[in-house]
T-cell receptor
Framework: AQSVSQHNHHVILSEAASLELGCNYS??????LFWYVQYPGQHLQLLLK??????LVKGIKGFEAEFIKSKFSFNLRKPSVQWSDTAEYFC????????????FGKGTRLSVIA | DGGITQSPKYLFRKEGQNVTLSCEQN?????MYWYRQDPGQGLRLIYY???????QKGDIAEGYSVSREKKESFPLTVTSAQKNPTAFYLC??????????????FGAGSRLTVL
């Protein structure tokens, strides 16, 4: 069975600090990888996704993530966070067949302080 | 605008009562999902349906039931058998079998509180 581990439960950063949120998955086959974000009071929305090709993917709002197959990782990064990035971030994975449901990590709450 | 509508947004129920959460989508998506979100637990899959009149159990299906009689609707019933039903419930949908597969679109959620 697939599983996803997000190492940080709560991260607190000052504005302009760099961000890296860890995500590791366990699955032996080819996977699709996702980061979703939940801003306070808003729907969960897709931040970025990796299906194949360039392992460095760019998403909305200046976020990017790098797929490192040898490490089973898909860490999320942003060079300089803003107060508006305060949200909960979820990493998710599913098998490459595309017809299996997403398995989500437990989430990382990011608080950005001025 | 296309999207997913969940209702009610907030719901209170007494122990021992069943309650049904509504989920409707006008995205023409084949697949629909129900997840439960608890603080520090992330999203856990309850049930999913890839086609009308068919659905599969997820990781935490006990105490829940669903139906998929129409493509656009996937209601979730929280039964009295669910031991800890107080939670935030999220409905999602996706296309199937294409490069867009499993990019989920989420509803706004329903928060159920059992008194």
């Amino acid at each position: 069975a697939q599983s996803v581990s997000q190492h940080n439960h709560h991260v607190i950063l000052s504005e302009a600090a760099s961000l890296e949120l860890g995500c590791n998955y366990s699955y032996g086959g080819t996977v699709n990888l996702f980061w979703y974000v939940q801003y306070p009071g808003q729907h969960l929305q897709l931040l970025l996704k990796y299906f194949s090709g360039d392992p460095l993917v760019k998403g909305i709002k200046g976020f990017e993530a790098e797929f490192i197959k040898s490490k089973f990782s898909f860490n999320l990064r942003k060079p300089s966070v803003q107060w508006s990035d305060t949200a909960e971030y979820f990493c998710a994975v599913n098998a490459d067949s595309g017809n299996t449901p997403l398995v989500f990590g437990k989430g990382t709450r990011l608080s950005v302080i001025a | 605008d296309g999207g997913i509508t969940q209702s009610p947004k907030y719901l209170f129920r007494k122990e021992g009562q069943n309650v049904t959460l509504s989920c409707e989508q006008n995205l023409n998506h084949d697949a629909m999902y129900w997840y439960r979100q608890d603080p520090g637990q992330g999203l856990r899959l309850i049930y999913y349906s890839q086609i009308v009149n068919d659905f599969q159990k997820g990781d935490i299906a006990e105490g829940y039931s669903v139906s998929r009689e129409k493509k656009e609707s996937f209601p979730l019933t929280v039964t009295s058998a669910q031991k800890n039903p107080t939670a935030f419930y999220l409905c999602a949908s996706s296309v199937q079998g294409s490069s867009g597969a499993n990019v989920l679109t989420f509803g706004a959620g329903s928060r159920l509180t059992v008194l």
